[in-house]
DNA sequence: TTCTATCCATAGTTTATCTATATATTCAAA
DNA sequence: TTTGAATATATAGATAAACTATGGATAGAA
């Protein structure tokens, strides 16, 4: 039996991009915020994750701060960098373009 | 400058099963058929195709036999099992429920 | 004090896709 | 007649993304 993936391979950056658009965020909190909106459906598991944040850092699509959270504690709030708006944009047109090529081959029909 | 995918990652076995919906095909047919319907989009390359063709027949969700094709030609055409048309639904089901998800991210209102 | 939730991060594995290459045949054009 | 494009299959090796499994640390509640 096939295990049901996490994400659709592909969508993460996006995904994250998308989430710090309403205002900067921790690592943590992006996933939840992910996991909340999408009704538990997509999950990003910490592994993804963060090597996901570093690259999108590399890119200089987000940049990064060191601050304290509401709670009192450490945490490293990512904020969305004009270049990452634009990459956002790119990556949305390019999936929807993607989806809704896929769904003509799944429309389709036999007979 | 990131490089277009030809595909989303996780959706060729898709793809190529619900394409033998319609009738057996062998690989480069399979190939052209969801390049065409998709516009252009969707592009298989040999690389994947063959691969991702192994994996399925490995799984039972498609079987092969080698044919002549109308021009005679010599080819492997695939068939779908019943077991690789169950697959197709659920793998379906399964991206619709990705994709509603993916959505209700990128459509939440920032602000 | 012990457990849960919050928070970060990396190493190593797995898997899918892509690039590149190899082979072979048919048919049309030069 | 030979050359090139299209048809057809297949694998090896590289790349990249995501996952599993860890490890560490702190706040606050029970």
Redo the contacts between chains.
Sequence with gaps: M?K??D?????LD??IL??L??APLHGYGIAQH?KR???D??TVEEGSLYPALQRLLLQGWVKAEWKMTETNRRARYYTLTIEGRKQLGLE?S??E??????G???Q?Q??
Tied chains: 1, 2.
């Design positions: 096939a049901k993936p994400l659709l391979p592909g969508t996006m995904l998308k989430t658009t309403r992910i909106i999408s009704d459906v997509l949305v390019e999936f373009r993607m989806i809704a090529a896929i003509r081959v799944l389709d036999e007979a």
